[in-house]
């Protein structure tokens, strides 16, 4: 009680004053008593306590960020919903659909692809329709808390008759701009124009929502993540309780894991199908299901952004016979029309298409 009873009690000056008969007035100070420097570091101590005792009741996590970084992620946050924008007003246009290259240049009047035309369907021809029509600035598709140097803007997009087109006057989008710098359809390197992941298209479910369906529980654009291998699942509530990362550049030692927070987990921005934002701080949220059947029994599975729980290598309870689990990610090359829908290709397409950070 004593040291409160010194901290929060004022000590003042007091006037007295004289018989005024007397004409003479006079004032007496009572000295104050200043605080120890041993009171001062235990008022601190208490504060930074006190301050430690109520970050749990705040609704956001609390992470330790460098001056700005706060705003750089409010700007990370519009760039994801401005892209998904970009999307909805293609689909306003294209009968609700989002863009598929191989559906847009038909006449491959823009690129050609050995196989059939759906390899067309790449990250890189995906965003660069977008940019071509205007509907985002190369700018956009650069995270500004991108922290990679294989990743930078397109500051030579071409517009109009792109150069590197089959047919450049007749040419949909400029096929320079790369969605990944190990993309596969030209056979060079180079750096990857796109920061950002987007739902594979592959799966009868995922290419049901490659459309403006307005789902608000169908996330469609995020940061990009690391590279998961499988997940510990509990049989009780079927959640993921962790996750087991690739070791190396690609998972363990991924960059994409410090965009937002600290190295040791992915924290993004998650655009979902109705155009709203959320900052997700985990690559499996508990809520977050897909219905898997084998036989007569029926199961719901935590889904994650960036596992393939269809792939047998993750070691989900049930297989995802239908393919609907989500996933995120840049992809070098479109799959085939076979790996577009046929189970049992899709997996493997995810797996040999996708491109982390650090693949060589």
Same mark, same amino acid.
């Given at each position: 009680?004593?040291?409160?009873?010194?901290?929060?009690?004022?000590?003042?000056?007091?006037?007295?004053?004289?018989?005024?008969?007397?004409?003479?007035?006079?004032?007496?100070?009572?000295?104050?008593?200043?605080?120890?420097?041993?009171?001062?570091?235990?008022?601190?101590? *208490?504060?930074?306590?006190?301050?430690?005792?109520?970050?749990?009741?705040?609704?956001?996590?609390?992470?330790?960020?460098?001056?700005?970084?706060?705003?750089?992620?409010?700007?990370?946050?519009?760039?994801?919903?401005?892209?998904?924008?970009?999307?909805? *007003?293609?689909?306003?246009?294209?009968?609700?659909?989002?863009?598929?290259?191989?559906?847009?240049?038909?006449?491959?009047?823009?690129?050609?692809?050995?196989?059939?035309?759906?390899?067309?369907?790449?990250?890189?021809?995906?965003?660069?329709?977008?940019?071509?029509?205007?509907?985002?600035?190369?700018?956009?598709?650069?995270?500004?808390?991108?922290?990679?140097?294989?990743?930078?803007?397109?500051?030579?997009?071409?517009?109009?008759?792109?150069?590197?087109?089959?047919?450049?006057?007749?040419?949909?989008?400029?096929?320079?701009?790369?969605?990944?710098?190990?993309?596969?359809?030209?056979?060079?390197?180079?750096?990857?124009?796109?920061?950002?992941?987007?739902?594979?298209?592959?799966?009868?479910?995922? *290419?049901?929502?490659?459309?403006?369906?307005?789902?608000?529980?169908?996330?469609?654009?995020?940061?990009?993540?690391?590279?998961?291998?499988?997940?510990?699942?509990?049989?009780?509530?079927?959640?993921?309780?962790?996750?087991?990362?690739?070791?190396?550049?690609?998972?363990?030692?991924?960059?994409?894991?410090?965009?937002?927070?600290?190295?040791?987990?992915?924290?993004?921005?998650?655009?979902?199908?109705?155009?709203?934002?959320?900052?997700?701080?985990?690559?499996?949220?508990?809520?977050?299901?897909?219905?898997?059947?084998?036989?007569?029994?029926?199961?719901?599975?935590?889904?994650?952004?960036?596992?393939?729980?269809?792939?047998?290598?993750?070691?989900?309870?049930?297989?995802?016979?239908?393919?609907?689990?989500?996933?995120?990610?840049?992809?070098?090359?479109?799959?085939?029309?076979?790996?577009?829908?046929?189970?049992?290709?899709?997996?493997?397409?995810?797996?040999?298409?996708?491109?982390?950070?650090?693949?060589?």
């Amino acid at each position: 009680m004593g040291l409160w009873f010194h901290v929060f009690s004022i000590v003042d000056s007091r006037l007295q004053v004289a018989d005024p008969k007397q004409g003479i007035v006079t004032m007496t100070t009572r000295r104050t008593r200043g605080l120890a420097l041993i009171e001062v570091i235990v008022i601190m101590a *208490m504060v930074c306590l006190l301050v430690v005792l109520l970050l749990p009741l705040l609704n956001t996590p609390w992470r330790p960020r460098a001056p700005g970084d706060a705003a750089l992620h409010t700007r990370d946050a519009a760039q994801v919903r401005e892209i998904h924008k970009g999307l909805i *007003m293609w689909a306003q246009q294209n009968s609700d659909a989002y863009p598929l290259p191989s559906e847009i240049d038909a006449a491959s009047d823009t690129i050609t692809v050995d196989g059939d035309a759906s390899r067309k369907n790449a990250s890189g021809s995906i965003y660069s329709i977008l940019v071509y029509n205007g509907l985002v600035m190369p700018d956009v598709l650069i995270s500004p808390l991108e922290p990679s140097d294989e990743i930078v803007k397109k500051d030579d997009y071409e517009y109009y008759d792109p150069s590197a087109a089959v047919n450049p006057s007749r040419a949909r989008w400029d096929p320079a701009f790369r969605g990944t710098p190990r993309d596969i359809r030209d056979g060079q390197t180079g750096p990857g124009n796109v920061s950002y992941a987007h739902l594979a298209l592959a799966g009868p479910r995922r *290419m049901a929502e490659w459309r403006a369906t307005l789902n608000s529980d169908y996330p469609v654009l995020a940061n990009r993540g690391p590279e998961e291998l499988n997940g510990t699942w509990d049989s009780t509530t079927h959640a993921i309780t962790g996750t087991a990362l690739a070791p190396g550049m690609t998972g363990t030692s991924s960059i994409t894991l410090r965009m937002h927070g600290f190295a040791d987990s992915w924290e993004g921005n998650v655009a979902y199908n109705d155009n709203h934002v959320i900052f997700e701080t985990t690559t499996h949220r508990p809520d977050f299901v897909y219905q898997a059947t084998s036989g007569e029994q029926t199961l719901q599975i935590c889904d994650g952004f960036f596992l393939d729980e269809a792939n047998p290598t993750v070691g989900a309870p049930f297989p995802d016979l239908n393919d609907i689990n989500i996933y995120l990610g840049l992809f070098r090359v479109g799959p085939t029309a076979a790996q577009q829908s046929e189970h049992g290709l899709i997996s493997d397409y995810i797996s040999a298409a996708r491109w982390f950070d650090g693949q060589d």
